[in-house]
């Protein structure tokens, strides 16, 4: 065979294999996908329909939050949403200290959360109200790492599920409003000053937070753990990689952190890209949006919608971006594409033992 056509053969041969290493924009609809962190607090199944449409798989959380519906409420929207459409979505559960203290606390946490599980929920929600707003009876912040917490975990660790956990805050809740890194946070802690935890010195640290929930792990080496919104670490793959380092049962999710990310891209989208590339089994997609009942459905549908077609571009495409939680423009990290399938989909259905994916 002629030296040209078998070198001009090799050559069609690696742009083609080169090509399908990495998605691209229009993959977006081809990919099965997982966004572990959404709270469908709604009998509207418009963003369950758009999940079905994108090809994605819902994991709709409760959570122990004051703006939220009770936590019975919560469970009954996404057993709903189970309801219609029980290969597109799942849920997490959570449990409240409204009773701590009581004897009976335990053994009605335990209680709860059975039922729970005996309907489905693939683990739990810890939020940031321990740390930052329950207190004890001598007018102490209940952090994580407290014992009497320790017979409802183990409860979770013998069922086999996974706790999701939201511990302290973003660094930047420790910061003025001026000298935070993103947008969002300084929206969203100057709508929230209780939780802006500058304004607040006498409560506990950053460092105490981070603190309490690396004993909390400590404590229970057998846990199944994924830290909420990059765990807290958000500011610095590098701390971030030193925890996963630390804490082989711990992954995390994105959910309204990629910010963050994208904001480290501006400085060293390198360092990024290569953390995510050696962690992306222990790093879960997830967006923390919200919807209720109140929300106009056509336009819940459209901010996820375009949501996720943002992120996707920041994964898989090289392109140059601009997002409003972040000043100025970075680039996408143009993930390889069994990168992307990991953080999408893999990682997901190994932490939160997902079944019946495939069926999506």
Not at 62 to 75: H, R
Not at 275 to 288: C, P, V
Request: negative net charge.
């Amino acid at each position: 065979m002629n030296i040209r056509v078998i070198s001009a053969a090799i050559l069609i041969t690696f742009v083609a294999t080169s090509c399908n290493q990495y998605y691209k924009d229009e993959d977006f609809a081809s990919v099965k996908k997982v966004d572990t962190h959404m709270h469908l607090n709604t009998s509207n199944t418009a963003v369950s329909e758009l999940a079905r449409e994108d090809n994605f798989r819902l994991v709709t959380v409760n959570v122990d939050a004051p703006s939220n519906p009770s936590l019975e409420d919560q469970q009954q929207y996404a057993l709903e949403q189970i309801a219609a459409f029980p290969n597109d979505v799942n849920y997490l559960t959570s449990f409240t200290l409204k009773d701590w203290g009581t004897p009976g606390w335990k053994d009605t946490t335990i209680a709860y959360l059975k039922n729970s599980f005996d309907k489905g929920a693939l683990g739990i929600k810890i939020w940031k109200n321990i740390g930052m707003v329950y207190k004890d009876s001598a007018n102490q912040f209940i952090m994580i790492d407290n014992p009497v917490f320790d017979p409802v975990i183990e409860y979770v660790i013998k069922q086999d599920k996974t706790i999701l956990g939201h511990l302290g805050e973003p660094k930047n809740c420790w910061l003025p409003l001026e000298k935070m890194t993103v947008n969002n946070d300084r929206l969203y802690f100057k709508n929230h000053p209780q939780y802006h935890m500058f304004l607040h010195p006498e409560d506990p640290s950053y460092d105490d937070q981070i603190a309490a929930r690396d004993r909390f792990l400590e404590r229970h080496p057998d846990l199944r753990f994924v830290g909420a919104h990059l765990g807290s670490l958000e500011w610095d793959v590098d701390e971030l990689a030193k925890r996963l380092d630390k804490f082989p049962n711990m992954a995390v999710d994105m959910g309204a952190r990629i910010c963050h990310l994208q904001y480290q891209s501006k400085a060293n989208r390198e360092k990024v890209r290569n953390f995510i590339i050696k962690y992306a089994d222990r790093l879960t997609y997830g967006t923390d949006i919200g919807v209720n009942d109140s929300e106009d459905p056509g336009q819940a549908k459209d901010q996820q919608h375009k949501t996720w077609l943002s992120d996707w571009t920041y994964f898989v495409t090289d392109k140059k971006m601009s997002v409003a939680e972040v000043d100025g423009e970075f680039d996408g990290l143009k993930l390889p594409r069994d990168v992307v399938d990991k953080i999408y989909h893999d990682t997901a259905v190994k932490w939160f033992k997902i079944p019946d994916v495939t069926a999506n």
